[in-house]
């Protein structure tokens, strides 16, 4: 897969760019805060459709467009998958509401035809590796679901859409607990909303459980290479609720490896509504759901220890760093495809070696972008393969 065009109206710095992308390396050249990473960030929300800089959609559109009573920000990619050409297009429309307010409306657009972000994710694939996503590691569970989620919506086809309707279910859920510990009632009219809950969440924990044992394989490996051999990094995926513990949800160590992968989303089901059933009582009582996929956690282990609690700097980035080339490696595995890399400022985090071995991996797939603020930290030979954009003040041009 590769992107052939880009085009952006009124996104973030960059009011207009129309732009040709080779189907190899680009490095977008230029000094801090000139619009390099808003390029990135463009591409990656036609991936996932959302950002990784903010979680309000509103914050992407041009901030003098946004002054506007209507303002519209415009992202369209041309792109190969296979043998098929293919178009994605997203708007986002900020239009007047109400007195003096204003409401976000978002469109997405498949080869000219309005679909659901559920219906369209996965179509167009790449991965993003951002200074901020070592939140992923340092941050709380929140950030590392989010993670999962993105991942697997761009590899799985009904992912993006069984994830809504689960949060849906959870919302209906939780206010019908919060009623009745406020109000007292019948608490049979859990049952329908506790089916719903198990029948999507049992889904995602074991969608979530085969691929955190396939990512693994890939970050492990490349772990052992990154480290030279001298740690071993595991990814221990702790669901909230967990099939193999019903009874007991916190009983064993961090370091101790569990094999889920023979388990059967029938399995998953029966345990989940049974544990439910057990903590009926505590839940209407705390008016929450308390178990379920939104309550999950991903750590990340090298040679026994928690990272987030106790790997250094320099273990934290290697170990992000083995995550991101192993969703490249898994993602292609899962649909055929190699996604489109991003990598913004990247290579400052590294040293020397580090940097050679991410040229290295990312020299297998069909179209990477970096952006930098220096050239030398790329070797002469790197450069003189790469077709150079410079970036000033939110206009890009091909360096010729």
Known sequence: MYLKHLSLTNFRSLTRLDIELPRRVVLLVGSNAQGKTSVLEAIYFLAAFTSLQTHVDRQIVNFHEAKNPLAVTRLVADYQRGKTNQRI????????????????????????AKKQV??????????????????????????????????????VPAYARVLSEYHQALTQRNALLK??????????????????????????????????????????RIHHELTRGTEVLRLAYEPSYDPLKPEMQLGLKLDTKIDRSNLELDEIQKGFLARLKTLRSEEIARGVTTIGPH?????????????SDYGSRGQMRTTLLALKLA?????????????????????????????????????????????????????PEFVEQAELWDVSGGVVTPRK
């Open 118 to 155: 559920s219906d369209v994710m996965g179509h167009f694939n790449a991965v993003i590796f951002v200074p901020q996503m070592s939140q992923i590691i340092e941050g709380g569970p929140d950030e590392r679901r989010r993670y999962l989620n993105l991942a697997l919506a761009q590899t």
């Open 179 to 220: 009623t009745l510990s406020e109000r007292g009632g019948d608490t049979n009219q859990l049952q329908v909303w506790d089916d719903a809950l198990v029948r999507l969440g049992a889904q995602i924990i074991l969608w979530r459980i085969q691929a955190v044992q396939e990512i693994e394989r890939f970050a492990s």
């Open 295 to 307: 309550r999950d956690d991903l750590r990340f282990v090298i040679n026994k220890a928690d990272v």
């Open 89 to 112: 297009e997203a708007r986002l429309i900020l239009e007047p509401s109400g007195v003096n307010g204003q409401r976000l409306r978002k469109e997405i657009l498949l080869n000219g």
């Open 327 to 379: 969703e490249v490696e898994w993602m292609q595995e899962r649909t055929g495809e190699w996604p489109v890399i991003l990598l913004d400022e990247v290579m400052a985090e590294l040293d020397g070696n580090r940097r050679a071995d991410l040229l290295k991996y990312v020299g297998k797939s069909e179209q990477v972008l970096f952006t930098t603020t220096d050239l030398n930290m790329f070797t």
